[in-house]
């Protein structure tokens, strides 16, 4: 069964570093997101990308974030310069139709920032 | 702007009983909506998903139903098992945006 793919699973880094979070959506899915979920707390909406571009994003996604698709398969999450409270699991999500498609969920990267 | 909650944050049920899961929601322009489920240390599993022009939906031992004029989600899951403990979100969508989470709860299932 096809599945999306994230790297790493868990990423310690020091506060003020950069992180880029990596992800391998469903092969033939045109749709990719990030979300992410702070311990204990719901799954929060942070961006969605359609054709190359950034299509929608939430407040939480501030010019701390960036996304990007390098290639034909990866769709990678960098956070610039990590805060504590960017502690969290992110989860990278991708669909094949917009909008009532079903959104399949990685197993996620959790990142803890000391 | 949207908000999507459950009543209860915690649900425990016997092996065998028939649960009940709650959700509201505040957006009546939401016209997708959709159960998933999480067990620990996993990504949001799909369950099943309604659209706002029906009322119910089943699947396989679980049952959607949408009351649109109280803006209104449940989830019924017959005969719970030990492995459908878990935390369940539902989330809606208005055309065109993003599916937005509510905050769980969490069914623990005793044997």
């Known amino acids: 069964e096809p599945e999306v793919t994230q790297t790493p699973s868990h990423q310690v880094t020091q506060m003020g570093q950069e992180v880029i979070l990596r992800c391998v959506p469903i092969?033939?899915?045109?749709?990719f997101y990030w979300y992410r979920q702070i311990l204990g707390q719901k799954v929060e909406f942070l961006v969605s990308?359609?054709?190359?571009?950034?299509?929608?994003k939430s407040e939480i996604f501030d010019d701390q974030f960036s996304v990007e698709r390098p290639d034909g398969s990866n769709f990678t999450l960098k956070i610039r310069s990590t805060k504590l409270e960017d502690s969290a699991m992110y989860f990278c999500a991708s669909s094949e139709t917009r909008p009532t498609g079903e959104l399949f969920f990685g197993e996620g990267s959790r990142l803890t920032v000391l | 702007g949207e908000s999507v909650g459950l009543h209860l944050p915690t649900l425990s049920v016997q092996e065998g009983d028939n649960s009940i899961i709650n959700c509201a929601y505040s957006?009546?322009?939401?016209?997708?909506f959709i159960w998933y489920k999480q067990e620990s240390g996993k990504g949001p599993q799909f369950i099943i998903d309604i659209r706002s022009n029906m009322d119910k939906r089943q699947g396989q031992r679980v049952t959607v139903l949408l009351n649109k004029t109280v803006k209104h989600l449940s989830l019924q899951i017959a005969a719970t098992q030990p492995g459908d403990s878990a935390v369940y979100f539902c989330a809606t969508r208005e055309a065109g945006t993003a599916l937005i989470f509510g905050k769980g709860t969490t069914l623990s299932v005793s044997s």
């Open positions: 092969s033939n899915h045109l749709y």
């Open positions: 990308f359609y054709n190359n571009e950034i299509s929608e």
């Open positions: 957006n009546s322009a939401s016209d997708y």
